[in-house]
């Protein structure tokens, strides 16, 4: 969402290290992809939860929204902050990009919550599940979600029609780590994505929007899922594959609607 609205130079990004031991997510410059805390120079997150609120109990977890004004942290649950950049920053702002715009709001939010259970939290319930009930609960309707999103796809090139949306950003998170994490590590191995006809080039459809490919660190993404839950994954062994091509013609541009013209001729510049 910081890159769709070329909010670059107005907020910056601290990256920490995709693994995270019992000591929680710490900063590791020297690591290839990571930065130091440009903020304040902690060496772990868990220093600026303390420095926001002395007091905090709170599971420390990212992404983190730091003001620096008030220096203290604004919001640490994603979709909460996926909104406040798309629509509280506009005056700072490069590109004039809605993916909240009036006339879809309400489909919009609609489908946030749709896709939320069974998708983007129907992977981790799978994943994390300690009992075969639960799991198959979890999974059922994790592709039976997915089965459905493909269907609509077939006709639409977006989730909410024929403008792209934070409904699309909230399912691309989900869908762009499936093969490579989910699949195997969280036991979600019913079918790839890249196995659905529709679903799998509606997520390079987005992946190529100008600005979303270059937020994708596939080598994070992989690192931290594989090594971080030794409950899970107790000898952290990262899987090999799948070596997708997300860069590969998808066809979707056939289907009404567009990028927003903003983002297509920055990409052009």
């Known amino acids: 969402m910081r890159a769709l609205k070329g909010l670059e130079d107005a907020i910056s990004v601290s990256v920490v290290d995709p693994y995270r031991d019992e000591d929680g997510w710490q900063f590791t410059p020297e690591k290839e992809g990571c930065t130091r805390d440009h903020v304040h120079d902690a060496d772990y997150l868990r220093e600026l939860y303390v420095r926001a609120d002395p007091d905090v109990t709170c599971r ?9 004004d008030e220096d203290t942290i604004v919001n640490n649950e994603s979709k909460e902050i996926m909104r406040m950049l798309d629509t509280e920053f506009d005056e700072v702002a490069d590109h004039t990009v809605d993916l909240y715009p009036d006339g879809y709001r309400e489909e919009v939010d609609r489908i946030i919550d749709e ?12 994943g994390f599940a300690t009992e075969q009930e639960p799991y198959d609960e979890a999974v059922d ?58 679903l799998w080039p509606y997520l390079r459809d987005i992946y190529q929007t100008p600005g979303v490919g270059e937020t994708v660190n596939m080598d994070h ?44 001729s920055s990409a052009k510049r």
């Open 60 to 68: 420390v977890t990212v992404p983190v929204l730091w003001d620096t």
């Open 115 to 126: 896709i939320y259970e069974p998708i983007n939290n129907g992977v981790y319930r799978a």
């Open 141 to 198: 309707e994790l592709f039976s979600a997915l089965t459905h999103w493909d269907d609509v796809l077939a006709d639409q090139r977006y989730l909410a029609g024929d403008r792209l949306t934070e409904a699309d950003i909230a399912m691309f998170t989900t869908l762009v780590r499936f093969d490579n994490v989910y699949h195997t590590h969280f036991m979600c191995n019913v079918q790839y994505i890249r196995e659905f006809d529709n």
């Open 221 to 264: 993404i992989t690192e931290h899922y594989y090594t971080t839950h030794p409950d899970v994954n107790p000898h952290r062994i990262i899987a090999r594959g799948p070596a997708l091509n997300f860069d590969a013609p998808h066809d979707r541009d056939e289907l009404a609607g567009e990028p927003p013209a903003a983002l297509v």
